[in-house]
């Protein structure tokens, strides 16, 4: 059952409204300004909210003509922060302030000057007779705005910062009213961009090998996860080879000290996240094959292998509290994924032993990877439109659990089988997952995600799976096209779902973004801060309290701290 919130738009007919400036918004305010805020934001909303992802795709060359980007993984990077502040002796309520800024500066007056980009890119269109990646990999260039990194956000990431590190048993999880002491980066490379948490200026690179020498491989996943108790992080590298190898790893958030906890040979894969328990990470090798000789010759969507639906996915569990490393080997049904959403521990039916519960949202395929070329997406533009009108289900994501049965109590070399126990709501080909932080690692019930119901050629609406009952909320209003759905929990709340959820929305009537403050119970607008721009279409966000970063977080939560 579906019960729709808001005002909605006609379901019998295609709706193209206007998205053209959510992808190409050449918009910042660098110095703070203050936000009309209408209705009503709760005051445990306070604190500061940062999202990253693409801003603009076009540049006006010197030339005269105009640069584009092709792919939307590949728009220039911007970073947008809002500043929730609590009422006060002065102030009756909730007020809201906005900053932002790209953060590539040197990339796009390299594309102003010279009509071209000399960096490996996710999906950009080139000449296939130059070898990008390997001059990517050796180049190294010190203005961290030439590096186009922005999918997701780290807060006080142990590791990178030697200082921080140093002074964290003095100062604890946080220091100040908001405990932002640094802010970085991060794509599915193994770069680091660190940003000023403030005026969100690009300030410094780092990578992988910062943390440890051995992660010397150029991919890993943007979503790293965090244990809820300790904010200890967890990531894989990957690095190619005859064999290539994975390595999972661990980074102290205490200590700031990085081990290495299995080392496997495994097919390489685009891997945009992974999985954590209370005792093991999972990393799910689904169905996007790399063939590392292609990165040679131009992108790297280019480098992954057509879908292979011969071949299974394969799920790898890492043991993190016991040092034994790989501990288990599962196959399932082939599927392509972005995003996880959660995973947990229960007792297995045998009665003895552990089964590891996952979910996250699968395709079918990864015929979804080429279906965010801009010229598909940009409602102006034909193709888009013809394009939303054909879509099939091969485009179509859903939730799905699966269930790893029997986890051994040590090492095996045994591949056993990973059933999907569910899928649902691929009707909404529900993307940008997102949940009660405080329930990372452990069973929950609701999942919030943003819809693509071809109503229009991107994200049409924020809908709310409940996984006992299989029922949904939608929330969708005519032109309005929502990002990911930020959930905030209300401190002294008692029910999973008692909370806001906090999504930056562009108006297609008036070409400005606001950001939406909704009942995370029953999707009912509560209020909204109107921006006076166009925030472009971005990936993730985070949330940090104003009492200080969180202890429980996960890498698609709203609340982040050490991921």
């Excluded at 738009?9 to 193209?16: A, I, L, R, V």
């Excluded at 102030?91 to 302030?97: A, G, K, N, P």
């Excluded at 296939?128 to 006080?156: E, H, I, R, W, Y």
């Excluded at 859903?398 to 059933?419: C, D, G, Q, W, Y």
């Amino acid at each position: 059952m579906t019960i729709a919130t808001g005002a909605t738009e006609s379901q019998t007919h295609f709706n193209n409204w206007p998205n053209d400036l959510g992808f190409d918004a050449n918009y910042e305010e660098r110095s703070p300004v203050e936000l009309i805020v209408t209705g009503h934001i709760p005051t445990y909303a306070a604190g500061v909210l940062y999202r990253t992802g693409p801003g603009k795709y076009k540049i006006d060359r010197e030339n005269g003509d105009t640069f584009q980007v092709s792919h939307w993984f590949d728009g220039f990077s911007e970073t947008h922060r809002f500043q929730l502040v609590a009422p006060d002796a002065t102030h009756s309520s909730l007020r809201v302030f906005y900053n932002s800024r790209f953060s590539t500066d040197y990339l796009i007056e390299q594309a102003r000057k010279t009509g071209r980009l000399d960096k490996i890119s996710f999906g950009q269109k080139r000449d296939p007779c130059k070898t990008v990646f390997q001059k990517a990999q050796s180049d190294f260039n010190p203005d961290p705005s030439s590096a186009n990194v922005g999918v997701t956000l780290s807060v006080n990431m142990p590791g990178l910062d030697k200082a921080l590190d140093e002074n964290r048993p003095n100062i604890g999880r946080w220091n100040g009213s908001s405990g932002i002491q640094t802010l970085y980066a991060k794509t599915d490379s193994t770069s680091y961009k660190k940003l000023d948490p403030e005026t969100l200026e690009p300030v410094g690179l780092a990578s992988q090998k910062d943390l440890h020498p051995d992660l010397d491989g150029p991919l890993s996943a943007s979503h790293a996860r965090s244990d809820p108790i300790t904010g200890d992080v967890y990531n894989f590298n990957l690095a190619f080879g005859k064999c290539s190898t994975y390595r999972v790893f661990h980074v102290s958030a205490s200590t700031g000290k990085t081990t290495i906890l299995a080392t496997f040979e495994g097919t390489p894969a685009y891997l945009h996240s992974l999985f954590l328990t209370k005792d093991y990470v999972i990393l799910c090798v689904w169905n996007s094959h790399i063939n590392p000789a292609m990165l040679e010759k131009g992108s790297f969507l280019q480098a992954i292998q057509s879908f292979d639906a011969s071949q299974p996915t394969k799920w790898y569990v890492v043991d993190r509290t016991q040092g034994q490393g790989l501990v288990a080997t599962f196959e399932s049904l082939p599927f392509f994924c972005f995003h996880t959403i959660n995973a947990w521990q229960e007792s297995s039916a045998s009665g003895t032993g552990v089964d590891i519960v996952a979910e996250l949202v699968r395709y079918d395929n990864a015929d979804t990877l080429h279906a965010l070329y801009y010229e598909k997406l940009v409602s102006s533009s034909a193709e888009a439109k013809a394009h939303a009108q054909i879509k099939k289900d091969t485009y179509r994501s859903e939730f799905a659990r699966f269930r790893l049965p029997n986890i051994p109590v040590s090492p095996s070399t045994e591949i056993k089988t990973a059933a999907a126990e569910w899928m649902s709501c691929k009707a909404f080909s529900p993307e940008l997952p997102t949940m009660n932080p405080k329930l990372v690692t452990q069973k929950h019930r609701y999942t919030y995600a943003i819809t693509a119901r071809d109503k229009s050629t991107f994200f049409d609406g924020i809908v709310k799976f409940d996984s006992q009952t299989k029922e949904t909320l939608l929330w969708n209003d005519h032109a309005q096209s929502p990002g990911e759905p930020i959930f905030v929990p209300r401190p002294d709340g008692l029910e999973e779902d008692d909370g806001v959820l906090l999504s930056v929305v562009l108006d297609g009537y008036s070409g400005k973004s606001y950001l939406l403050c909704l009942d995370a119970q029953t999707l009912k607008e509560l209020g909204r801060a109107h921006v006076n721009g166009p925030i472009g279409f971005g990936f993730h966000g985070q949330h940090i309290p104003s009492n200080g970063v969180p202890t429980v977080e996960s890498w698609m939560s709203p609340v982040h701290s050490f991921n």
